[in-house]
């Protein structure tokens, strides 16, 4: 029997994690030994979304049950999903229900860390100086900021700047105004 056979007759031709019957395909779950255990039988939408895709939030209440699949891959991707949405609400509340074996929770982790990695991206000024929380810099540009009526003037000092998780933005108070900023129209000050 092949794997999607054997995962077709495991999921009875559902999604494992949102119960969609269309578009079901194989989706190994990283790290993997591409077998039927550790992958598992998911639709577009969802391979999609893991993959890296905009998160429809509305999409992934579908967890809720699919968290309490017997199967270790769909039990890996349900505890990656429910990591990957907001904090603070319904998918932290089923995170924090959620028990995996330790064995299931290493490799559920262990898929996260290159994600993680990829967020510490360094943020950097226009000449390529890293940036940290608290720093000083100065405005390279004069920036109309958008619904605040008014435009950064270049030579600004902004102050005790704030990072944000993207690497590309900082927030500071510019004309007493917290604002967020593109970090290549800044430079660092000594």
Request: with cysteine; net charge negative.
């Amino acid at each position: 029997m092949t794997i999607e056979q054997t995962l077709r007759q495991r999921s009875e031709s559902k999604c494992e994690l949102c119960g969609s019957e269309n578009d079901l395909n194989v989706f190994e779950v990283a790290p993997s030994d591409s077998s039927a255990e550790q992958s598992a039988f998911l639709c577009t939408q969802c391979q999609t979304q893991i993959s890296g895709a905009e998160l429809d939030e509305n999409h992934w209440h579908c967890l809720r049950d699919s968290m309490w699949n017997p199967n270790p891959a769909v039990q890996v991707l349900a505890w990656r999903m429910l990591k990957r949405l907001p904090a603070g609400g319904w998918a932290q509340d089923l995170l924090d229900m959620m028990y995996l074996e330790d064995d299931i929770q290493k490799w559920a982790e262990a898929g996260l860390s290159n994600a993680e990695d990829d967020d510490n991206t360094p943020t950097l000024d226009s000449n390529g100086t890293p940036l940290q929380d608290g720093d000083t810099v100065t405005i390279i540009k004069d920036l109309v900021v958008k619904g605040a009526g008014f435009t950064a003037k270049r030579g600004t000092a902004v102050r005790n700047i704030s990072l944000t998780s993207n690497p590309e933005h900082i927030e500071g108070r510019v004309n007493g105004t917290r604002i967020v900023l593109l970090s290549c129209y800044l430079k660092k000050s000594n």
